[in-house]
């Protein structure tokens, strides 16, 4: 089994490497990070890399190229825009996490990330989670995905858990 994960993390390195210019040891890094996750037999199926850089250096491409190549479609990605939630509150979270139990307006829904995390077409079995300007979120924000990066364990507005499998968040 080690040999064919190292042959196909050997094969997926020169895929992305020719997709994601001039990012070598970012990819290698990410891929180190996949590798560990999917020998992963542990309850909590999550990994969490923080990368940093300018804009236009290639995170968002290598993440799209990761859930393309590893995953098999675009549609394992759920991208998130931090700066959409640098203002949050519990209203504009339950975009994302679902309605909090006694609260009610408009449509009531699980959330788009729970949503997501549900569909076993796109993010229910694998998946990358990226966070874009992850600085610029609030606080709120943050409780709720530290608990996620911490347990592997996310609960919608409609009370449901959802575990992580085999995710990565970027």
């Not at 089994?1 to 040891?25: D, G, H, P």
């Not at 610029?136 to 347990?151: C, Q």
Request: hydrophobic fraction near 40%; glycine fraction near 8%; aromatic fraction near 8%.
């Amino acid at each position: 089994q080690t040999k064919a994960l190292e042959a196909y993390r050997s094969k997926l390195a020169n895929i992305l490497k020719s997709e994601v210019l001039e990012n070598n040891r970012m990819i290698d890094d990410v891929l180190d990070l996949w590798i560990d996750l999917l020998k992963n037999e542990s309850p909590r199926g999550i990994r969490v890399a923080a990368i940093m850089g300018r804009s236009g250096t290639g995170k968002s491409e290598l993440a799209t190229q990761l859930a393309v190549r590893a995953l098999g479609s675009k549609e394992r990605m759920f991208v998130i825009d931090a700066n959409e939630y640098k203002d949050a509150n519990d209203i504009k979270l339950s975009i994302l996490f679902g309605v909090p139990g006694g609260v009610s307006f408009g449509q009531v829904t699980s959330g788009t990330l729970m949503e997501w995390l549900d569909d076993p077409s796109k993010g229910k079995h694998a998946g990358i989670i990226v966070i874009n300007e992850a600085d610029k979120a609030n606080a709120l924000f943050w409780i709720r995905f530290m608990e996620f990066f911490d347990t592997g364990r996310l609960q919608g507005g409609d009370n449901k858990i959802r575990t992580a499998h085999k995710h990565m968040v970027i």
